[in-house]
């Protein structure tokens, strides 16, 4: 494996230090359908997804963050809450709940993470 090793990157207008790309690009990205065969649509360093019962879904990551203190975001389709449960380097649990705080499935879930890779 070849390391580069630079302070900047640029695009020729506007230039931004490595870290920002090192540390604060997303490591773990998936939009997927939690109706019915859970599937992935779209996915970065997510594996499969684990469907645990109505509204509980695992995210599996293909490459595991360095531990479970990573930052985790959730939106789904149709006013509904999506919130982390059990996390791990290898994965995160979440959950999707209506208002009433009925958990559901639902068509459109997606959850990006940010930390460090392992």
């Not at 997303?26 to 599937?39: I, Y």
């Not at 509204?55 to 963050?65: A, I, M, Q, S």
């Not at 789904?76 to 059990?86: A, E, L, N, V």
Request: hydrophobic share 30%; net charge negative; aromatic share 8%.
């Amino acid at each position: 494996m070849s390391t580069i090793i630079a302070s900047n990157i640029s695009d020729g207008t506007t230039s931004v230090p490595s870290t920002y790309v090192v540390n604060g690009s997303a490591k773990a990205w998936v939009n997927f359908n939690g109706t019915s065969t859970v599937a992935i649509r779209d996915s970065l360093n997510v594996g499969s997804i684990t469907d645990n019962g109505t509204g509980d879904y695992t995210v599996n990551f293909t490459n595991p963050l360095s531990n479970g203190n990573y930052s985790a975001v959730g939106t789904s389709q149709r006013f509904t809450q999506t919130f982390g449960g059990i996390r791990s380097g290898t994965q995160l649990q979440t959950f999707c709940q209506n208002l009433a705080g009925n958990q559901n499935d639902v068509d459109n879930i997606n959850i990006t993470t940010h930390g460090d890779l392992a």
